[in-house]
């Protein structure tokens, strides 16, 4: 065989190996027939059964749990269950749903700081009042987070505080409360990313560029050896090819 097929088939085979290891899913599975896809990084825990999975790897914060066939994620600061609603690969998002149907509730509490998740969306400062009174337009009441005796409501921080309310806290969120936003037709959108992920892919890089020059060196020197070998040969060929 010819050394150049030889370094062909084996440069694809490194190739493809780290193509395999970097999209790797030996675990894809998910909560129900429709429910999304789930692969590296994240990671299915079966409440039922004992560790099954191999993967060593997987980073922490990528856990999902199924409960009753829907697909969840747990973050510590919101003690509740979010729903995975869609998780895309390529573009490193996942759509969560609130079940009690309270962006809001989720948006003051949730902390992301310790998480390997993201906002997807730009965010801006918003500030939470819980006003005794409610207060007129433009101002929108966050219904899932008010009660008869007291409004919630989000406003710009630089906006004077009305009588009636105290600042609860002023967060980094996705959106302003909006009519949208209460029939959870507009889901959670996050981004992930973790250092491991690309040190894996630099350190197989390097690998692959050392095997690369390590294979080069190899064909050069088995090269020179047989023109070596074969002065006579490789006179007829040349001759030949001419
Ligand atoms: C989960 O899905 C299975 C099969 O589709 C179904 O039999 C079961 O009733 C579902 N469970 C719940 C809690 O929806
Ligand atoms: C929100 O306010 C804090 C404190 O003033 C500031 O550090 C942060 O950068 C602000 N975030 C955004 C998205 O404006
Ligand atoms: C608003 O105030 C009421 C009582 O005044 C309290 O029960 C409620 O938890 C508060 N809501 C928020 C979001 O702080």
């Not at 084996?10 to 999209?23: C, R």
């Not at 409360?177 to 973790?194: H, V």
């Not at 095997?211 to 070998?229: D, E, G, N, T, Y």
Request: proline share 9%; hydrophobic share 40%; aromatic share 14%.
């Amino acid at each position: 065989m010819p050394p150049f097929i030889f370094f062909i088939i084996f440069w694809f085979s490194i190739f493809q190996n780290s193509i395999h290891f970097l999209s790797a899913n030996p675990t894809a599975s998910s909560c129900s027939n429709g429910g999304p896809r789930i692969s590296y990084p994240f990671h299915l825990n079966h409440p039922q059964q004992p560790q099954t999975l191999s993967y060593e790897d997987v980073p922490s914060g990528f856990d999902l749990l199924c409960k009753n066939n829907l697909t969840t994620i747990h973050f510590p600061s919101l003690g509740d269950y979010l729903v995975v609603k869609s998780i895309s690969y390529p573009a490193k998002r996942i759509n969560l749903l609130d079940p009690r149907n309270c962006v809001h509730h989720v948006f003051l509490n949730l902390d992301l700081s310790l998480t390997p998740f993201q906002y997807f969306y730009v965010l801006k400062n918003y500030t939470y009042l819980n006003c005794s009174t409610s207060l007129p337009r433009p101002f929108m009441e966050i219904p899932c987070m008010s009660a008869s005796d007291f409004h919630v409501y989000t406003v710009e921080p630089s906006l004077p505080l009305p009588d009636s309310c105290v600042a609860v806290k002023t967060v980094a969120i996705p959106f302003e409360y909006s009519p949208y936003l209460s029939d959870n037709s507009l889901g959670l959108g996050l981004t992930w990313d973790f250092p491991l992920f690309q040190e894996t892919r630099t350190e197989y890089t390097v690998v692959s560029i050392c095997m690369f020059v390590i294979v080069v060196a190899i064909l050069v020197s088995i090269k020179v050896q047989w023109s070596r070998r074969n002065p006579g040969e490789k006179e007829d060929q040349l001759l030949q090819s001419l």
